[in-house]
């Protein structure tokens, strides 16, 4: 997601890569008086990701293209956009900057692509503008949304809990890979949430140092993602795809990632998230399929 290592003072234009966000995890521990949800999540970065591009402008604009652009606002309605200007007030920056985002990742789908493309874009304009970064603890961050935080600590894995602004590391995971599957629904977050039995769940337990790729898969499958159940019955088409990677003999664990649809399939390494990959795309060819490395 890092923007490159090039000073703004002599570069034009910044380019950056915007990671998808995996929550392995997903505990929701309570509810606030103003409707927030306290959850406990550990979250982790595949990748495939989303492009972006930065360049000097007297305005701030934005221009979308790739697989997934539909659907996606160029208006200030844009959560790119949103940051950008957040920044600019922020630092006092009068500069504009054109941006472009090439959207490879299916948007509303659970892998937090528009929180990632908006921390990569506040990493990518301050360089390009020559001002300090916001810090992910910044209240102008949260504003984004629970997830931009988190994303802006990309590629690292973080624990996140409260409502997304409370961080911190975890030990070192195992190296593995990813197969992230969705199937073309879409999963509304509100209706999900709403479909909890119980919004007071116990926190994720305690992951420990120095697990191997055994022991981590193990420690998965005691974990829960509490808007599982909810999101299947609004769209049985999340349990088809839970079913579908579950048979498979070379996936260790499969859950869906954040409120869906995507699902994800843990695999020991890319050659086999490869092989995953083409089983069920074959199987599948209006599903979205996309192995990867766990950053």
């Not at 490159?4 to 929701?28: D, Y």
């Not at 009068?94 to 937090?112: D, R, V």
């Not at 102008?140 to 997830?147: F, Q």
Request: hydrophobic share 45%; net charge neutral; aromatic share 4%.
């Amino acid at each position: 997601m890092r923007a490159k290592n090039r000073s703004a003072l002599h570069v034009a234009t910044i380019k950056a890569n915007a990671p998808a966000k995996v929550n392995l995890t997903l505990h929701v521990t309570g509810q606030r008086d103003d409707g927030y949800h306290l959850l406990d999540s550990l979250v982790v970065f595949a990748d495939v990701s989303d492009k972006l591009a930065a360049t000097t402008a007297p305005d701030l604009r934005i221009t979308v293209t790739g697989p997934f652009s539909d659907g996606v606002p160029t208006d200030e309605s844009n959560l790119i956009l949103r940051a950008a200007q957040a920044l600019r007030v922020v630092r006092g920056v009068t500069q504009g900057a054109h941006l472009t985002l090439e959207k490879h990742l299916p948007h509303a789908a659970g892998i937090g692509s528009g929180s990632s493309d908006a921390a990569a874009a506040l990493v990518m304009l301050a360089e390009l503008w020559g001002v300090a970064p916001l810090p992910a603890t910044a209240p102008e961050v949260l504003a984004l949304g629970a997830d931009v935080p988190v994303c802006m600590r990309a590629p690292n894995p973080a624990r996140m809990s409260g409502i997304g602004e409370d961080l911190s590391p975890v030990p070192a995971l195992p190296s593995c890979a990813l197969v992230l599957v969705r199937p073309p629904v879409g999963v509304p977050t509100g209706p999900v949430f709403a479909g909890l039995d119980t919004k007071n769940g116990s926190p994720m337990t305690r992951l420990t140092e120095g697990l191997d790729y055994d022991g981590f898969s193990r420690w998965l499958a005691t974990q829960r993602n509490d808007l599982l159940a909810p999101a299947e019955v609004l769209a049985p088409e999340i349990t088809e795809a839970l079913i579908k990677l579950r048979a498979l003999p070379a996936v260790s664990f499969a859950s869906m990632s954040g409120s869906g649809a995507t699902c994800f399939a843990l695999v020991k390494d890319m050659a086999t998230a490869r092989h995953v990959a083409r089983i069920v795309q074959v199987a599948h060819m209006n599903w979205w399929v996309a192995p990867a490395e766990v950053l």
